[in-house]
């Protein structure tokens, strides 16, 4: 199944209404025309992460051209550095699996902290602030360093990403704390979906050695996926949450997904993996697993 223009003409015409009705909404005199501008707005940058990363894969248009040239845009949008999330999320994809050599999960490789910062991390996760989910994008994709191309290229499309925003923010000034509230709640979403992915699930860990990446068909046993409607996850997520297909086949275009037959098991209802993921301490989800936990989710 291959790329094609009419299905990302359409997903990329859908976010740009839903970003035109929260700025219209925000821009509102109006309480509960402006509460929904930040509804619509969370929503809308959760589609447009979900662009980036289709066009990182290179799998939204047929043309590769395309794909990266539209990716800063969906960038801009998703307040996510293009080039350095196409980098980071490359890494990923190659050491899935190997806990302390994928980009995204080697932070959590070590024993989990005490004392100060393991009741920071506990409390925030308690209180639902997706502190998480912030640190991740920071530490990953706002990371110069994370950059293939050297620091210079990510300082690059770091300020091709922010510098829009402080020209939004200095035309709705007046409205700041609304798209501030946008964007937390686009967080709370976001760490919502991203932590379900790989969290509390066993991993190898390479201590140093010399090891080989497993094969996309293998990376499917530490990968979770969850279920939405399916409407609403073709709509807004491009069916971003089949993430056992998504590693089992990541050169599927995303809107095509939910026509494959995959191989994972490993499937959980999003209020479910939500509910009994915050029934256990931050610390204990993010650092430990399920082997020597013995807590399923």
């Known amino acids: 199944m291959r790329p094609n223009w ?30 929904l501008g930040v ?3 969370a ?4 589609l447009w992460f979900v662009l980036l990363h289709e066009c990182g894969h290179r799998t939204l ?23 350095l999330w196409k980098d980071v ?31 920071l991390i506990n409390g925030f996760w308690y209180l639902r602030i997706p502190v998480f989910g912030l640190v991740y994008r920071l530490s990953n994709f706002w990371n110069p360093g994370m950059c293939r191309r050297g620091k210079r290229q990510g300082l690059i499309s770091i300020a091709l990403t922010i510098l829009p925003w402080i020209v939004i923010f200095e035309l ?24 379900s992915q790989h969290t509390h699930i066993p991993q190898s860990r390479a201590c140093g050695r010399k090891v080989l990446p497993y094969r996309s068909t293998e990376q499917v046993k530490v990968t979770r996926s969850l279920n939405f409607p399916q409407p609403f996850a073709l709509w807004f997520l491009l069916n971003f949450n089949e993430h056992e297909k998504h590693h089992e086949f990541p050169n599927i275009p995303g809107y095509y997904l939910h026509r494959v ?3 994972g098991t490993r499937r959980v209802h999003w209020f479910r993996w ?3 993921s915050h029934a256990v301490p931050g610390a204990t989800l993010l650092f430990d697993d399920e082997s020597r936990t013995g807590i399923y989710i």
């Not at 929503?43 to 959760?46: D, R, S, T, V, Y």
């Not at 999320?89 to 050599?101: C, E, P």
């Not at 946008?182 to 967080?187: A, C, K, Q, V």
């Open 274 to 276: 939500w509910r009994d």
């Open 61 to 83: 248009f047929p043309k590769q051209a395309a794909n990266d040239l539209f990716g800063h845009f969906a960038g801009f949008a998703a307040i996510i550095p293009y080039s």
């Open 261 to 263: 037959a995959g191989s």
């Open 6 to 35: 009419q299905a990302a003409t359409f997903h990329i015409a859908f976010a740009l209404a839903l970003s035109a009705a929260s700025l219209y909404g925000i821009a509102s005199q109006s309480v509960l025309g402006q509460a």
């Open 172 to 195: 709705f000034w007046p409205q700041r704390m609304a798209l501030l509230l946008t964007h937390g709640l686009f967080l709370v979403l976001f760490e919502t979906i991203m932590l």
């Open 89 to 119: 999320h490359a890494r990923h994809h190659l050491w899935a699996g190997w806990k302390d050599l994928d980009p995204t999960t080697r932070t959590v490789a070590q024993a989990a902290p005490s004392g100060c910062k393991k009741s």
């Open 39 to 41: 509804f619509l707005g």
């Open 43 to 46: 929503f809308a940058q959760l």
